[in-house]
């Protein structure tokens, strides 16, 4: 019996080392798939082989992409980890409910999106993810690191994999992250055409809302085609 | 309502290193009995300090014994945490099911003991402990360590402690059905002045299928009104 398993992330990691306790972790609880973004010290790089005590050989070929859409772009939905809530109107998981809701999606690719050691993810990046994890530290002493973040989300999955519940079969094909990138841009520029930013001070603020609204129903492959047809006719461009 | 805390007992630990971020674990999810066994660099011990990065301020004094036996004389119940299971007649949890036990047992005091970082603890301590955690690593790469060992007891500490569903942040006044309604009405005349619908036979699907869609997004009255702000600006109404 296959398990949905999740493909994790690393955004702009800086530490080699912390790349390598990441592996460490996935290959713990079983896990294969790791893709990196712009890494600061390229790829591959000698302090995380080393510090992955051979993880890397317990899993899938690593991939390095320059961007979190290029390394999403064939995923269907991206869990955030971030280190407190921010105000955006996307769903927060615990780790446990995120880990509960990839393996009911089973049939989907679902990714685990991991920012830079000192910064976390940054507010664009995080728009491009359907969901939000974050670990229920103490509000009055928080200082989990990358790796930490990683193997708790990491055992999750085993934990969840081992007594997993029944799911619910996808019915149509979800729509992957480049459909859903191109569908905004498409909606972005006909707006720009329309005139619907009354400030460019606020236009970014009410893309990230717009998309924010959108991603929020989690459409399929066809639903992202109907909302093209709509635009189209709309526009008069039928 | 108090939730009953589990104390670390740490035995003969190497690494100052990795008592601080043992240390940092526990306060990391509420935690705060840490009791250590025959340190092999004495205590108090600068490079635990350093790496705790503030945690024992967060937590009890740290106490110091020459033995598990004297550790552990005040509590009523002892987890063993070790790598693999050993052949005594003992009880083996999962770290959840050992948790669960904690909490069942409220008004007891109990103590998970956690071995040196080479070799773990010995049999004879072990004898001392009524019940024996291992954690699920995958049988082809487990390579955790002290600190990771106690960063996942203590996470499955809280994580059942503070048992909560995803949650979407309350920001704004979700949308009544009649505005919903008003929306998809206004929707529908605005496909149909731009002849979105190729049949009159197919409409009442397309129609079906395009409320569902937008749906399940689940809007709020902002949510809704920007929409109505997207439909102006596309249809030229603006």
């Not at 712009?38 to 993880?55: I, L």
């Not at 994999?161 to 019915?171: E, G, L, M, Y």
């Not at 930013?197 to 066809?222: A, D, V």
């Amino acid at each position: 019996m296959t398990v949905n398993k999740p493909v994790f992330i690393l955004v702009r990691p800086q530490m080699g080392e912390n790349i390598g306790a990441a592996a460490r972790a996935m290959a713990n609880f079983g896990l294969r798939e790791l893709r990196i973004v712009a890494p600061r010290d390229g790829w591959p790089n000698e302090a995380a082989t080393a510090n992955a005590s051979g993880a890397f050989e317990e899993m899938d070929e690593v991939k390095v992409y320059g961007t979190l859409a290029a390394a999403s772009a064939d995923l269907n939905y991206l869990f955030a980890t971030t280190a407190r809530e921010r105000v955006m109107a996307k769903p927060v998981f615990t780790p446990a409910a995120a880990i509960e809701e990839t393996l009911k999606k089973s049939g989907q690719k679902i990714g685990f999106v991991f920012g830079p050691e000192r910064t976390g993810l940054e507010n664009d990046e995080i728009v491009l993810c359907q969901g939000v994890v974050t670990i229920p530290t103490s509000p009055v002493f928080a200082s989990l690191n990358l790796a930490q973040t990683a193997l708790l989300i990491a055992y999750e999955y085993i934990r969840a994999a081992n007594n997993r519940p029944a799911h619910v079969p996808a019915q149509d094909t979800p729509a992957t992250q480049d459909k859903l990138d191109e569908m905004f841009t498409r909606l972005q520029s006909e707006l720009e055409a329309h005139q619907f930013f009354k400030t460019e001070e606020l236009k970014p603020t009410m893309l990230r809302n717009i998309r924010t609204m959108f991603m929020r129903g989690e459409w399929s492959e066809q639903e992202v085609r109907t909302f093209h047809g709509i635009l189209s006719a709309l526009t008069g461009k039928k």
